[in-house]
């Protein structure tokens, strides 16, 4: 991904002399109903190569100058250049990526045993993060309709980088919250995804044992100039108030849910969605989330235009540790579609029919899966009690 070096915001960057980043402070990203876009934001007829081709947000244009120049300061494991892609012949629409650097580079995994596992301070954790790393801090504007007092989200830089713009939305670190989704850092996610004109801005989460590295509170955000096929496919309702339902047609069937944007409709999709995390974490079942821009429920297709926001959630196996014989690591973008693969030979030879025997590898067996669908439904039915 290109990123504009034109920003006037030039106190989202970092001070020329190293020794006077930590006194600089974090600067505040403050925002509006204004800048929350939910309508008008499509994919062109033709995709550029590059996405700032497309128009930016003051958002995109922010994050992407400060991200660049933290890539430019040699913050990050490695440094990524333009990745090469491929959309895998097949009907599903996987978008391949070659990402040699991330597979050797990144940090390696933290110990995890349960998707309950308390916060360990002496484990890595953000609070021992580097203070360049950190872009700015999302604030929202004091009485923006339907908010609740919002707690503190740093944006930071995610060091071993998917894709251009890859940053973290991690609530403040120092409450040492363990990766379990919370509805402040949700809502975070969702409003980034509102702030950004970019169609290919996505927001990820993964449980423990869902294949999250750091067991610390946090989402990933990032650009793929991309379609995935989670954003058009079909779907069918699981209650009659479609409020649930099941995406079909997709690397791996997942719980849809769905709102046209910001006001009361996006705050009972935040409380909808966390609590059916917290049953899946309950019942020690990791799980996966991804949110994009996308049509409504229904029999849509890869073409449907983008009216609104999708988030997919997915339950699965527990894996815990990478399993370095394999082409790609199963979790958020990879059941969405996007496959960052790990070594040349496997991006040449890849396939959809084996892509789709990685993934569906690790989802639950049929009456587990099955029984998670019948409890879901239940709790979306207690919504009107």
């Not at 203070?131 to 503190?152: I, M, W």
């Not at 509805?183 to 993964?206: D, K, Q, T, V, Y």
Request: with cysteine.
């Amino acid at each position: 991904m290109a990123i504009p070096h034109g920003s006037n915001e030039t106190s989202y960057l970092l001070p020329p002399n190293k020794e006077d980043w930590e006194g600089q402070g974090i600067p505040d990203f403050i925002y509006g109903q204004k800048d929350l876009m939910q309508e008008g934001i499509q994919w062109p007829r033709n995709i550029p190569s590059f996405p700032d081709m497309l128009p930016l947000s003051r958002f995109d244009t922010v994050l992407c100058s400060a991200w660049r120049q933290r890539m430019e300061l040699g913050l990050f494991r490695y440094c990524l250049g333009e990745l090469q892609t491929q959309t895998l012949p097949g009907t599903v629409g996987f978008v391949a990526q070659l990402n040699v650097e991330r597979g050797v580079q990144r940090r390696p995994p933290q110990n995890i045993r349960s998707v309950r596992q308390p916060f360990e301070p002496e484990q890595f954790n953000f609070n021992k993060i580097r203070p360049g790393e950190v872009l700015f801090r999302l604030h929202p504007e004091p009485g923006l309709p339907d908010v609740l007092q919002q707690e503190e989200i740093l944006v930071l830089i995610n060091v071993s980088p998917l894709e251009w713009g890859h940053v973290l939305l991690v609530p403040e670190p120092t409450l040492g919250l363990p990766q379990r989704l919370l509805p402040g850092a949700l809502r975070a996610g969702l409003e980034a995804l509102l702030l950004s004109s970019h169609p290919g801005f996505r927001i990820g989460f993964n449980s423990l044992g869902g294949l999250a590295s750091v067991n610390h509170l946090h989402l990933h955000g990032y650009y793929l100039a991309h379609r995935l096929p989670v954003e058009g496919a079909p779907s069918k309702p699981l209650d009659p108030g479609g409020r649930l339902y099941l995406l079909q047609a997709v690397p791996a069937p997942g719980f849809l849910f769905y709102t046209s944007g910001p006001g009361p409709d996006l705050e009972a999709l935040i409380s909808r969605v966390c609590r059916a995390t917290n049953y899946l974490t309950d019942h020690e079942i990791a799980h996966n989330l991804f949110v994009t821009r996308g049509a409504p429920p229904g029999k849509t297709s890869p073409s449907s235009a983008l009216t609104g926001i999708r988030v997919i959630l997915w339950a699965r196996k527990s894996s815990f540790g990478i399993k370095e014989g394999e082409a790609f690591n199963v979790a958020l973008c990879e059941l969405a579609g996007h496959l960052p693969v790990k070594t040349s030979q496997d991006f040449s030879s890849l396939t959809e029919a084996a892509a789709l025997a990685l993934i569906q590898d690790c989802l639950l067996p049929h009456d587990q899966a099955e029984e998670v669908r019948a409890a879901l439904v239940t709790l979306v039915a207690q919504e009107e009690q």
